[in-house]
């Protein structure tokens, strides 16, 4: 990951983490996407904060569909990982961590039956680099204090947890540095 090579994205990125820091009341907005069926199980959703980008959702073959798109539930999971990684790319970035790589497995508990749910979600963040154990886990968790930890970051993350319990692992270079489980 290139940190500190771009002051423009790293200013860009703090001012709007010092917003939601600074707000004495709530910052209330809407985040609205489009969903158009396609045919049968197949739909496409679009973004609509003006960039018009879209991803197919379809059911597997097995379920129904055609398998011309990730599942909704593929979907709902790949949303809750790439959200937690976005905080932790940003405070890599205005941090300036040494951190090489960074990528995320999502794993979805889940009962298949009618009126079924997830029960449960874990999410391992794998980096690799050369940054101190102590940054990783501030950057982690609660101990970074206010818009200083990916997870209170997390929209989707802080949504979740009042929910259904979610398990978060983060390795530095292969080995666990920080462990949290919700719930």
């Given amino acids: 990951m290139k940190v500190n090579d771009d ?13 939601r820091n600074g707000a004495g009341e709530e910052l209330k907005g809407i985040i609205r996407v489009n969903i ?6 197949h739909f496409r959703g679009t973004a609509t904060e003006g960039r018009g980008l879209s ?20 979907t709902f999971l790949m949303g809750a990982g790439s959200c937690l990684l976005t905080q932790f790319a940003a405070l890599i970035i205005t941090g300036a961590l040494k951190v090489d790589t960074m990528k995320a497995t999502v794993s979805g508990n889940i ?7 997830f029960t449960g979600i874990e999410i391992e963040v794998w980096l690799t680099g050369s940054e101190d154990r102590k940054a990783i886990v501030d950057a982690a968790g609660t101990s970074g204090g206010l818009c200083k930890n990916a997870q209170g970051l997390c929209y989707v993350h802080n949504t979740l947890m009042r929910a259904v319990s979610i398990t978060t692992r983060v390795y530095m270079n292969g080995e666990l540095v920080y462990a949290d489980k919700t719930k």
């Fill in 7 to 19: 002051p423009v994205l790293m200013e860009r990125i703090r001012k709007h983490m010092q917003e």
């Fill in 36 to 41: 158009e069926h396609i045919e049968h199980l």
């Fill in 55 to 74: 991803i197919d959702i379809d059911e597997s073959p097995e379920r129904g569909g055609e398998g011309n798109g990730v599942t909704p539930l593929e």
């Fill in 111 to 117: 009962d298949r039956r009618v009126y079924g749910l």
